[in-house]
């Protein structure tokens, strides 16, 4: 089945920096590469996606890249606030719509004020 | 609010016993996903069902069983507790039209 992987497990920036946080995943079936942000003792919920069709996407502070060549994608988040503090967990299926979604194992992002 | 409701919000038993943790999905949301999510591993999905059936199964353990009933709730039974059952179980829907899934609160489960 799909393995996902996420680099770092933890990362700590100064408010206002760039964090990046890197996925690579081994199935190259694969298609579609949802986010989804974690804040403490909260749900999962879903941040930004991004389909195989497109290298990326963004929406306000937050982007996607995508290499499907490669077979790792990332997400980047500009000007950091302290309420970007949270785990985030990156995931791949075969299709969109098909959910069962293969997670990472998640990255805290500390964003120091 | 997600629209998604699971229940017990927590949960401590013994090992060797029996629970039930139940789901709600959102309205019109015929898929109900389980995932099991422990410390060092993450999301785990769990077992899919979709309009009552049972669509996908992933790392679900034979002492784990879930169905989903013709008004679209799910409930997930653990027996044979062991200490490393210990988590927080999520059920998340999904109207299986877009890619997004919508995760409940959780059920944290603590097995002593």
């Known amino acids: 089945g799909e393995n996902v992987e996420q680099h770092p497990s933890t990362l700590s920036v100064q408010e206002g920096d760039s964090a990046v946080i890197k996925c690579t995943y081994s199935?190259?079936?694969?298609?579609?590469f949802p986010w989804y942000k974690q804040e403490l003792g909260k749900r999962p919920q879903l941040i930004i996606d991004i389909r195989s069709n497109v290298g990326e996407k963004k929406d306000q502070r937050i982007a996607v890249t995508l290499n499907k060549t490669a077979k790792h994608f990332s997400l980047h988040i500009t000007e950091t606030q302290p309420e970007d503090s949270a785990v985030y967990f990156c995931?791949?299926?075969?299709?969109?719509?098909?959910?069962?979604?293969?997670f990472g194992k998640g990255n805290q992002v500390v964003v120091i004020p | 609010d997600s629209g998604v409701t699971q229940t017990p919000k927590h949960l401590i038993t013994a090992t060797g016993q029996r629970v039930t943790l139940r789901c709600s999905p959102r309205s019109g949301d015929l898929s109900v996903y389980w995932y099991q999510q422990s410390l060092d591993q993450g999301l785990q999905f769990l077992i899919q069902y979709y309009n009552g059936e049972e669509r996908a199964k992933g790392n679900i353990l034979e002492r784990f069983s879930a169905q989903q009933f013709p008004d679209l709730h799910s409930e997930l039974n653990l027996s044979s507790l062991e200490l490393g059952d210990s988590a927080l179980y999520f059920c998340a829907s999904s109207p299986g039209t877009t890619g997004e899934l919508f995760f409940g609160e959780g059920s944290r489960l603590t097995v002593l």
């Open positions: 995931a791949a299926s075969r299709a969109y719509g098909n959910n069962r979604l293969a």
């Open positions: 199935d190259s079936a694969s298609n579609y």
